[in-house]
């Protein structure tokens, strides 16, 4: 190829090579130039420091680091893990506790009457109906004891308890082996019963038999079931979550243990927190300093109550009843 532009060069008798060699030379200028040009830009767009931008994300990470994750001073909203404190406060207030505790990260449950008498406290409890298993069955017995001399304690609360009854069972369809309890005599769906009670208070207590077999996720998402059924045919009840109570010492079975109704605890109270539903501290007023029930407090070595411990109870909901009606 450049023998014959050469040659063509040649017999042509035009004078090339008068416009080739300035051709030459004003493309080497403009290369010059270029490079010169480009020096300069890469000089100028040197970075000059990132310590600014490391500052800003070590002080990012320090500032999540320090957040507390998993307690919540109120329900957190969608779409973000800051917990804000200008809002109004939900009904439970929780507390940070050290690992390995045994106590629920929710404050010692108080038997303060805040200058209420007994039977103003009681009173709180006139609207209301427990839900429960035989642990609030038992509770139930020792309400209707007491009513014999003193017709005021508790005057008006009503009780749908049942003997291995849970959130998973509530939900089962009636039939001959089913544990619903009975209202006026016939076996009822919880959703059903409810509203004939007239009852403006739900306080519900399960956990004993549904944890072992179910798990503590699936269990609490039962409890929000059943309590989105009551809610359907009694909207205007108002829901109170009890704690699980704990196994004595020795007498655990299977999977059913202290450590697991404490786990389950903690999911409830998390659960009660963002939906804002009142959690009743009662497991804690009952333990011992490992964190199961008292001896004292136990009546078959197992997880059954004793009139000593129903006098706890007594002083718990009283406390409770207290804080929500002079809070």
């Not at 090579?17 to 300035?22: G, H, K, V, W």
Request: proline content about 6%.
């Amino acid at each position: 190829m450049e023998y014959r532009e050469r040659n063509w060069l040649a017999r042509s008798n035009f004078p090339w090579e008068s416009l080739i060699i300035p051709m030459k030379k004003y493309a080497i200028f403009v290369l010059l130039m270029a490079g010169i040009l480009l020096l300069a830009a890469c000089s100028e767009g040197t970075p000059q420091s990132t310590t600014t931008d490391t500052s800003a994300t070590s002080s990012a990470a320090d500032t999540a680091t320090t957040t507390p994750s998993g307690i919540f001073t109120q329900a957190p909203s969608t779409g973000t893990t800051e917990t804000s404190t200008t809002s109004t406060a939900p009904p439970v207030t929780t507390v940070q506790t050290s690992p390995g505790s045994v106590t629920l990260s929710i404050p010692t449950p108080s038997f303060d009457l805040r200058g209420l008498s007994e039977e103003q406290a009681d009173a709180f409890y006139a609207d209301a109906v427990f839900v429960g298993d035989s642990i609030s069955m038992h509770w139930r017995n020792y309400v209707t004891k007491q009513r014999q001399s003193n017709p005021a304690f508790f005057s008006g609360a009503q009780f749908l308890t049942s003997g291995s009854l849970g959130a998973a069972n509530s939900l089962w369809p009636i039939n001959n082996e089913s544990v619903h309890p009975l209202y006026q005599g016939q076996q009822m769906q919880l959703w059903d019963s409810i509203p004939k009670t007239g009852a403006k208070k739900v306080l519900i207590m399960f956990g004993l038999n549904d944890v072992a077999l179910y798990g503590v996720d699936k269990t609490v998402e039962n409890m929000h079931t059943l309590m989105g059924k009551i809610k359907e045919n009694a909207p205007d009840v108002t829901f109170y979550i009890m704690s699980a109570t704990y196994v004595q010492k020795g007498g655990e079975k299977g999977k059913l243990n202290s450590a697991l109704l404490r786990e389950f605890n903690e999911a409830l109270i998390v659960y009660c927190t963002e939906n804002q539903v009142p959690f009743i501290n009662l497991a804690d007023a009952l333990a011992d300093t490992d964190g199961n029930l008292k001896a004292i407090y136990c009546n078959d070595g197992y997880v059954h109550h004793t009139p000593a411990a129903h006098e706890v109870w007594t002083k718990v909901l009283r406390g409770f009843a207290a804080s929500q009606l002079k809070p």
